[in-house]
């Protein structure tokens, strides 16, 4: 069974919207702008590469990374040359630019998991990821929290009124630079 992973730049108040720069939002780039770069923070991220099996994203997700991401030979090589699998109701075709396979339920998702492979790791994908926390499929979540409050936008997690899910921290650190990391599993 393989192992579902949401990562995400989140901000002390949940968000996680437009952290790179994307048109829209009133405070995008806020990864980027303001604080100062530690290149130790991004560990995690080079990790999330070599040991995820395969990527999952949400439509708006895949439609925003097809266009750039191929051309991210050096940072993002990893993620390149590993399957991708979309969720979506609507998408009628994957973008040959980055191609991936189609999945139209989280029935979908739940099979894919029962496969033989490396993890699942889902970027972005705001909607997907509270509809697969939803769903009870979350296996583990890396967390890269910025000491920022951005008030608005997508939040990471969802406000569905549902039980409580109480997590396991596997590793935390917080970096010079005042940003937290945290992989945390699922208790079952």
């Known amino acids: 069974m393989r192992t579902l992973v949401i990562t995400a730049f989140m901000s002390l108040d949940g968000v ?4 790179g720069g994307e048109p829209g939002h009133r405070s995008t780039g806020w990864t980027v ?10 560990e995690l991220k080079g990790r999330e590469q070599d040991e995820a099996g395969a ?45 991936a396979r189609i999945l139209r339920s989280l029935d979908d998702v739940a099979a894919l998991k029962e496969t033989e492979g490396g993890p699942l790791i889902v970027h972005g994908s705001a909607t997907l990821g509270h509809g697969l926390a939803e769903a009870g499929l979350v296996d583990r979540y ?7 409050l951005l008030g608005a936008g997508k939040r990471l997690f969802s406000e569905a009124d549902r039980d409580k899910t109480m997590l396991d ?4 650190e917080t970096y010079g630079n ?5 992989v945390a599993d699922v208790r079952r």
């Open 16 to 19: 996680m919207e437009a952290p």
């Open 33 to 42: 702008r303001d604080i100062e770069h530690d290149p130790a923070v991004y």
């Open 55 to 99: 990527m999952l994203l949400g439509r708006r997700s895949y439609e925003a990374f097809a266009p750039v991401w191929p051309t991210m030979t050096e940072d993002f090589a990893g993620y390149n040359a590993m399957p991708r699998y979309v969720v979506s109701t609507t998408l009628a075709e994957d973008d040959p630019r980055w191609p």
């Open 142 to 148: 890396h967390l890269l929290v910025f000491p920022v």
């Open 169 to 172: 921290v596997r590793e935390s």
């Open 178 to 182: 005042g940003i937290t990391k945290i």
